[in-house]
């Protein structure tokens, strides 16, 4: 893993300088602290220039490199033969040496051992089309010049970010936003239709980011940008979920289990020691379970757990790490949140309120200390309908909306309590959801399990600056996936829109950062592509068992495989107990952000619905945590990247 920054000067006279590139790369040293490189070229010219010259050129491209495979030669930039490519990546590319193998039957010739390399010589072969035979997750800049064009792409599912902006000519590009800010030297003008978007569903959806002018660009897709400035953005990847393989249930349990298998191999390939994030659930489970399989050294697993007992799945890691016979660490969360808290919303460069950032930060930081890279079991709840809302929608099918009409369902959804609804183990939460989106179409019922700020509830905190700024139609990012997805059934296209928006923005932006702010690299084998694509060709009914099991066939397949107690357990989730700290033991650290002077003259927010908001949290009548977390978050991102508070 390592973090990318680049220059292109299509059409602008400023020149691109080693410094720059160096500035850029200083400020997310981080993501790769054991090395730096920088091409720095004439557009016209073929030529080389290391970081001790003194030049200037058009193009520029930068790296921080986190050392994971060919230690020793296998630093970047990487070029072919002579010397018209130049490639940046972050990630990895897990068939390398398949790809290697055919590369030099062909006579193609490699000066390192890195998997990156292969990358140039198959651009060399297959042009852009060389994205169809990578098997990994990645985001790299290849800078072709004899066509004098910038390539950028990203991986298939999203794991390996890259943002973007034009100025003045310019193509700036890096693995995060605050690179490309340190390009600008100034601060854009903030997003307002981002913070409707990160208050709905608590991270901003590509294309978009929280500043105006900057973009991500969207997973499984490439920009072209030429010599004249032409930029050309084009998705070369799409699950299809219509052609279903006419195969029997067994032959489909096989093939998963050799997918499965096969893309956990491939992740273990490594010249840095490896380890494995362990919850005890289900998928994070069955990986420790093939790591152990296919590996020659005892696993080394790390778990993350709470002395709130409804939160803590210590317990089930326990009894799978005994199972496997790992070598386990645990790692005990406290509220100690406003201590972190900053620095995080620094790293993660956007408004962002998953609350199992928290965790997730923690415990990639103690198992950084044991190894560099680890695995875990992301991916595989969109793989196999994990999510309790899976059933959910399924049995909202059966209660058409307009039977009863949308107030009836409502109505309904107002009377059920909101006490205590950031609980784990609490229910109510989920029968307020079902109700609350049952008088909807199917879209908008697993758009409104989606939100934690409904459209009503903006309204009544937005300031009339807010809401003159802002279009309430944040629904349709949701909705119009939905009605792309290349499926026929509920499941399909629910699973279709997970993979496309909650997995890549929310999910893999919280690990991508979590990860890389303590320099450790992490793999996700449920995530290949090659099982995505299986998955989508068997039957949404073998997924989600007699319409209401969750991972029927995962947890058929591997029911011999796994301790009977974690086969047997139902999903928890992955989250704080954040409605009982923000209550108590953070109570004070809420007030100092939310009821300060620079909270309430920003002119974002009716600061008199926001009290109300926090007594009705404070005195338990209702649970906000989620709402009231989302809000300190954006507080702190404006004090930070716009007040330019010093937290680090």
Known sequence: MCGIVGVYNFGSKKEVSKDILK?????????????EGYYVA???KVQSLKLENETVGDIGLGIRRLAIIDLQTGSQPIHNEDNTLWIVCNGEIYNFLELKEDLLKKGHKFYTKTDVETVVHLYEDFDIDCLKHLRGMYAFALWDQKKQRLFLTRDRVGKKPLYYTIHNGSLIFASEIKAILQYLNFTPEVNFEAINYFLTYQYIPQPITIFKGIFKLPPASYMLCDKNGNIKIERYWKLDFRKKQNITFNEAKQKIKEILTEATKLRLISDVPIGAF??????SSIIVGLMTQNSTQKVKTFSVGFKEQDFSELKYAKIVAKHFGTEHTEIIVEPKMAEVLPKLVWFYDQPFADTSMVPSYYVANVTRNYVKVALNGDGGDENFCGYLRYPAIKLASLFPFELLGNNFYTEVGKVIPLIETTSAKNKLKYFKRFFTALGNPTPVRQVLWH????????????SDFMKSVVNQNVYHYLIDTYHTAKAYDIIDKISYTDINTYLPECLLVKMDIASMANSLEVRSPFLDHKLLEFTATIPSSWKLGYGFIT???LKETFKNFLPKDIIKRHKQGFGLPIGK???????????EILCSEKFIFRGLFNYK?????LEKHFSGKEDHGYRIFALVNLELWFRIFVDKENVL
């Open 551 to 553: 991972k029927y066939i």
């Open 609 to 613: 619905n926001i009290k109300v908001l």
């Open 451 to 462: 939100c934690f700020f409904t459209n009503e509830q903006k309204d009544f905190i937005y």
């Open 42 to 44: 004439s557009k016209f």
């Open 581 to 591: 700290w923000l209550r108590y033991e953070l109570k004070d650290f809420v007030k």
């Open 23 to 35: 500035k850029m790369c200083d400020v997310i040293i981080h993501r790769g602290p054991d090395e």
């Open 278 to 283: 362990l919850s005890g659930g289900h998928d």
